[in-house]
């Protein structure tokens, strides 16, 4: 079975960027195959990941959507889109990428929700480690996009907006009975002692698992589009390998 992580936040909270330094850390540490899925429509976790090219399911929707007799006869259209998505799929160096997209047309967004709960039931059982990086709300949690989840990290900046968000994302988990064998908050861009956020972090009951100071080379690295992979020994990456202690999976 596949490790699945899940990582949600507000937006802001630089959850992207977490997602992008765990999927690093992952392949750094031989510990398997691994899946990256961009399920935020706000696509940004293949830039982060340095890859080119981009192909959505969006994309692909919208493609035949438009071209509708590209179907072949004796297939249905939801089997096309299937396997046109899989042949598709972003083959990477220690990764592949399946992006999502931003929905365009009224109810499309439900269609590709849907496309992507299958596809990735279907394709987790590949990988070793599936890293899913959510959209800033908490719509694909809603619709239930994984309904089992190894590791859960609820990214929150150095604000009680923010903790607070972690909380209802957490509290949403619970009411849609989506199990969890970990759940965790990561405290990231802290500027130093937790003051004030240390008790509201303890009333609303989330379990802080690591605090992520600021990171000028993160911050560089953002301004002038470059990818994680571009960074050199970044103490936000060591601390990620470490604190997390990523398991090493079967090799797939």
């Known amino acids: 079975m596949s490790n699945i992580i899940a990582i949600a936040g507000k937006g802001g909270t630089g959850k ?41 399911i969006v994309d692909i929707i919208d493609d035949i959507s438009k071209d509708p007799d590209q179907v072949p006869k004796g297939m249905t259209k939801d089997r096309f889109i299937n396997l046109k998505v899989q042949e598709s799929l972003n083959e990477e160096d220690g990764f592949d990428l399946l992006s999502m997209g931003r929905p365009e047309g009224p109810g499309c967004y439900c269609f590709v ?34 309904r089992d989840i190894d590791r859960l990290f609820m990214i929150s900046d150095s604000s009680v907006i923010g903790i607070r968000a972690a909380a209802r994302i957490s509290k949403l988990v619970d009411e849609l009975k989506v199990k969890t064998k970990e759940r965790s908050l990561i405290l990231n861009k802290s500027k130093g002692d937790l003051g004030p956020l240390r008790a509201e972090i303890d009333k609303v009951g989330l379990n802080l698992k ?42 797939r």
Do not use: C, W
């Not at 392949?27 to 990941?49: M, Q, V």
């Not at 993160?218 to 604190?243: G, H, Q």
């Open 16 to 56: 992207t960027t977490f997602a992008s330094l765990v999927i690093r850390a992952l392949k750094e540490e031989n510990a398997g195959s691994i899946l990256a899925i961009d399920a935020d429509p706000n696509s940004n976790l293949g830039e982060l990941l340095g890859v080119k090219d981009i192909s959505t």
């Open 113 to 146: 929700n849907n496309m992507l709960r299958a596809l990735i039931t279907k394709l987790m059982k590949n990988y070793s480690h599936v890293v899913i990086d959510n959209e800033a709300g908490m719509e694909h949690l809603s619709r239930r996009l994984v």
């Open 210 to 251: 690591i605090v992520l100071p600021q990171n000028a080379e993160i911050e560089d690295a953002a301004i002038n589009n470059k990818s994680v992979f571009e960074l050199k020994d970044n103490v936000l990456l060591n601390t990620i390998k470490e604190t997390i202690k990523i398991p090493v999976a079967e090799k």
